[in-house]
């Protein structure tokens, strides 16, 4: 089991010492249902290539960020997830999906938490469905019951996705270290493993990007698979922008956060189903590239020019 896994059992025996009861569906929804109150920004639709994606605007950043280490500490020997995780990182670089020679493949979820994170984790509570949540530090500060809703799922792996959810390629190296590590940092302060998987919004990264995931250990992880829910095309749409391109290895991006995310919650319960109709196993990130681990040659990565990573992250 990886780190993020162990801390997830341990927060939810916390919560139960405390009397908080989320054991079932129901009371769930109801800690979820709070979350809608939340405030949260929702930005404008994006577009699938990152050049034109209207950047979010952020009305003030905060006085302070949380600061956390530029360096995370080497994983246990016994953390095989993680360690395959950095292995495939180092060895392949930026990972868009697993070697393909397994029939699985990793939902992934972005921009999140927001009052549709609860929804959608019932909907994975429901199907005991594992994935990936990209979560942005901010919204974890502005969305605190979602986020603890989140950390409760022992299938569900947390990932960094900045703080603010700007482009890193308008960055320098200190402020794109500012945006992982504070992000980071934030994850940790609400209950969460520091996380090994980043993806940098809207696909877009650069040589510092690359060089930060190096000295800080961590794998970048991209998709093969883009739902296009950011454009809100209809349920119907979205399920078939999965189904006919997805294949062994996909990772699979969507949407949980960044804006009106309904058509998602509903695509996703048939999404699961399709997929598990043709076979395929639903894993974390982590779990595929701990089982079905890719090649370097198999990427399709060639150097991504400034601000043009493909689909929406």
Do not use: C
Request: overall charge neutral; charged content about 20%; hydrophobic content about 40%.
């Amino acid at each position: 089991m990886s780190v993020v896994g162990r801390s997830l059992r341990a927060l939810a025996r916390s919560w139960q010492q405390r009397s908080v009861q989320i054991a079932s569906l129901g009371a769930l929804a109801l800690v979820l249902a709070f979350s809608a109150v939340v405030p949260f920004e929702r930005s404008p639709e994006r577009s699938a290539r990152a050049e034109r994606a209207p950047q979010r605007t952020l009305s003030e950043p905060p006085a302070r960020r949380i600061v956390g280490p530029e360096k995370l500490p080497a994983p246990s020997p016994a953390d095989a997830e993680t360690t395959a995780v950095l292995a495939v990182g180092k060895a392949v670089g930026p990972i868009r999906h697993g070697g393909g020679a397994r029939h699985m493949v990793a939902l992934t979820f972005d921009d999140g938490p927001g009052p549709f994170t609860g929804p959608l984790l019932a909907v994975l509570r429901r199907t005991n469905t594992p994935a990936t949540f990209f979560q942005v530090g901010r919204n974890l500060d502005e969305n605190p019951l979602p986020a603890r809703a989140t950390t409760l799922l022992d299938e569900v792996e947390l990932a960094d996705h900045t703080y603010t959810h700007n482009s890193l390629v308008t960055m320098d190296f200190g402020k794109q270290q500012d945006e992982i590590v504070s992000s980071a940092a934030t994850m940790q302060a609400h209950g969460e493993a520091a996380p090994r998987l980043f993806r940098p919004p809207y696909g877009a990264y650069n040589q510092d990007t690359l060089r930060l995931m190096n000295e800080r250990g961590m794998a970048m992880i991209l998709w093969s698979v883009d739902s296009e829910d950011y454009t809100r095309p209809g349920v119907d749409r979205i399920v078939d922008n999965v189904m006919k391109a997805v294949k062994p290895g996909s990772i699979i991006l969507m949407h949980d956060g960044g804006g009106e995310r309904s058509q998602t919650v509903a695509a996703v319960a048939k999404i699961i189903k399709r997929l598990r109709g043709r076979g395929y196993g639903l894993v974390t990130v982590p779990e595929l590239l701990l089982k079905d681990p890719p090649q370097k040659a198999d990427q399709e990565v060639a150097v991504v020019p400034p601000g043009a990573g493909e689909g929406a992250g």
